[in-house]
């Protein structure tokens, strides 16, 4: 693996790379260094998460605090479905911090979709990897909520995508 340099723009140093500066030379600033991809970047870390057990703990519970992970976007429920209704079909994959059942404000019925939120982003994964679930006898279909509506790729595109990655191995591993 190749060294990864950090670029520090307050950093100075000399056009001789001499420890003293030369008051009569202009200080210049170091060059950064190309900007690492995806895949490197993820090396990296792996890399040192090997070397710092502690490191996979820091990253999981700093990606726990964003909802955006942990969010869920229910779709296709039933007019009679309840608030615990959505909670218990989610339940088995871990602990649910909030669910909201969007209700008709005429009505008071159910539009039929919803939002939960897990505790842990681990438990939306696992909620993710069968999109379908059939709740109160309806074929229901969730996905991140902060993906947005009208994603265009079928279930297991978007399984394997949100599952299989690298990152999402990472943190599951």
């Known amino acids: ?3 990864l340099s950090v ?5 100075r140093t000399s056009a001789t790379n001499n420890p003293k500066p030369d ?3 202009t200080p210049t600033l170091t060059r950064p260094s190309p900007p690492n991809s995806k ?4 090396s990296l870390i792996t890399s040192v998460d090997s070397a710092d057990s502690s490191l996979r703990k820091r990253i999981r519970r700093t990606v726990d605090v964003d909802v955006s992970h942990r969010k869920i976007f229910v779709h ?3 007019w009679d479905t309840t608030r615990k209704v959505l909670v218990s079909a989610f339940e088995p994959f871990g602990e649910v911090e909030d669910s909201n059942l969007v209700m008709d404000k005429l009505t008071g019925k159910p539009k039929g979709y919803g939002f939960v939120l897990f505790k842990t982003h681990r438990a939306a994964l696992k909620a993710l ?3 379908k679930k059939t709740i109160s006898s309806h074929c229901a279909s969730c ?12 279930p297991t595109r978007r399984r394997r995508r949100l599952n299989h990655g690298p990152v999402e191995r990472f943190m599951e591993g």
């Not at 895949?39 to 993820?42: D, K, S, W």
């Open 143 to 154: 996905q991140l909520a902060s993906v947005g509506p009208g994603t265009n790729t079928t």
């Open 129 to 131: 990897r069968e999109p």
């Open 23 to 25: 008051p009569g030379r």
């Open 76 to 78: 296709g429920l039933g």
């Open 1 to 3: 693996m190749s060294h």
């Open 39 to 42: 895949e490197q970047l993820i």
């Open 7 to 11: 670029f520090n723009p307050l950093k």
